[in-house]
T-cell receptor, first 114, second 113 residues
Framework: DTGVSQNPRHKITKRGQNVTFRCDPI?????LYWYRQTLGQGPEFLTY????????KSRLLSDRFSAERPKGSFSTLEIQRTEQGDSAMYLC????????????FGQGTRLTVV | AQSVTQLDSHVSVSEGTPVLLRCNYS??????LFWYVQHPNKGLQLLLK??????LVKGINGFEAEFKKSETSFHLTKPSAHMSDAAEYFC???????????FGAGTTVTVRA
């Protein structure tokens, strides 16, 4: 399968713990995005990478969130000191170019904070 | 700023009847518009996209959408619904060279046998 891959698919964690998610984009795509989707809502933009450079972060991404994309390949999204409000589906997407080109999405990581 | 409004949160149709999902957009610049579908436990899949070419866009699985600038609309239609069309549908906009996608809240489609 050469699509966008996300791991783990599901994560249950206790409030206050740290969690890390991984995204492997389509190999030739230089742009990578993270989105968050809560129940009954559409995905919301969190952050964007072009190659290894993080070019934009949404104000939704508090200081407890950090994303990296070392060497412009896979990306990780870490949430520190998780809160119940962090419970959501975290989606990763990639695209070969910007501006009107569709993004290809992974199946997401569903986070539940208890 | 770009945004979309999906006018129906839930649409229920009988199998074999037409489907209409309504979407209005707001954009300061020439928008690119998309429809994505999300089946349970599956990733978002692109149905079709409009990027300033033909205003009537044909997508996968028999879906099509028409871009109407005067009405700022991008409604999705399918002449005959199939049971496999039951899913969540999102209207999405991006502006000019902006890489960010702005999603609507989604429309849940149920198909009755």
């Amino acid at each position: 399968d050469t699509g966008v891959s996300q791991n783990p698919r599901h994560k249950i964690t206790k409030r206050g713990q740290n969690v890390t998610f991984r995204c492997d984009p389509i190999s030739e795509h230089n742009r990578l995005y993270w989105y968050r989707q809560t129940l009954g809502q559409g995905p919301e933009f969190l952050t964007y990478f072009q190659n290894e450079a993080q070019l934009e972060k949404s104000r939704l991404l508090s200081d407890r969130f950090s994303a990296e994309r070392p060497k412009g390949s896979f990306s990780t999204l870490e949430i520190q000191r998780t809160e119940q409000g962090d419970s959501a589906m975290y989606l990763c997407a990639s695209s070969p170019t910007g501006g009107g080109t569709e993004a290809f999405f992974g199946q997401g990581t569903r986070l539940t904070v208890v | 700023a770009q945004s979309v409004t999906q006018l129906d949160s839930h649409v229920s149709v009988s199998e074999g009847t037409p489907v209409l999902l309504r979407c209005n957009y707001s954009s300061s610049y020439s928008p690119s518009l998309f429809w994505y579908v999300q089946h349970p436990n599956k990733g978002l899949q692109l149905l079709l996209k409009y990027t300033s070419a033909a205003t009537l866009v044909k997508g996968i699985n028999g879906f099509e959408a028409e871009f109407k600038k005067s009405e700022t609309s991008f409604h999705l239609t399918k002449p005959s619904a199939h049971m496999s069309d039951a899913a969540e549908y999102f209207c999405v906009v991006s502006e000019g060279n902006d890489y960010k996608l702005s999603f609507g809240a989604g429309t849940t489609v149920t198909v009755r046998a």
